[in-house]
């Protein structure tokens, strides 16, 4: 058996099991991708296939054997897609589960518990991880909206011209208002006519003097 998966039967897991996944995962490998864990399920009585789960850096990968153990098929799902991971201890053995974010669900039972329990301690904090690697991209993506939206904002609304200077203008002279004249007072005129006519009235004196008295009284207004 190769040395390099020595490291991956420390929890009691199956050797022939962990040599085909092993052989079959070093395969499926992308640049800096590294296997952390493998886990292999233990059905009770018989327990010839199998399933196999497999943790990397970069993803969850569930396989099943298949064509009575001569291939094996898996399902990938990778970190940023997994909004969740769950363990459930039964009497035989745990069930570890994985939920994606378009919330499809895969899992693995029968699964030694010492087992699962590294497969959750280790999906748990990958998944914290790829939480706030999750919000760091969308506070990116509203910042970089933000900014898009002011510069676009501030180059297609035409800005108001500022408004031309007023002329300055010297300040109208004010001419000088002309006196005004003190008119007679109405009263006391009104006075005068009315004892010129009583005068008139009372044939002290002629139609002749009545109007030249009345018109020099009315010249004076």
């Known amino acids: 058996m190769n040395v390099m998966m020595d490291k991956f039967l420390n929890d009691q897991q199956d050797p022939k099991a962990v040599e085909k996944v092993y052989t079959r995962l070093v395969d499926l490998l992308t640049t800096g991708e590294e296997i952390i864990y493998i886990a292999t399920q233990k059905k009770p009585l018989v327990n010839i296939l199998p399933d196999c789960v497999a943790l990397t850096n970069k993803r969850v990968l569930f396989f099943t054997p298949a064509n009575l153990g001569l291939s094996i098929k898996f399902i990938d799902f990778v970190w940023k897609d997994i909004v969740d991971v769950f363990i459930k201890e039964e009497i035989i053995g745990a069930i570890f589960t994985v939920k994606t974010t378009n919330q499809a669900e895969m899992g693995v039972d029968y699964l030694p518990k010492v087992q699962a329990r ?5 999906a748990q904090g990958r998944k914290e991880e790829e939480r706030e ?9 509203k910042r970089a ?16 011209a500022a408004p031309a200077p007023e002329p300055v203008t010297a300040a109208p002279s004010i001419a000088a208002a002309p006196p005004v004249q003190e008119e007679p007072k109405r009263d006391e005129l009104t006075e005068k006519l009315k004892k010129l006519r009583t005068l008139f009235d009372q044939g002290l004196i002629s139609q002749d003097e009545y109007n030249a008295k009345k018109l020099e009284l009315l010249s004076d207004l």
């Open 118 to 122: 590294k497969l959750y301690q280790y």
């Open 133 to 141: 690697l999750r919000r760091q991209r969308e506070l990116e993506e």
């Open 145 to 160: 909206e933000s900014g898009s939206f002011n510069f676009d904002h501030a180059a297609t609304t035409p800005q108001p």
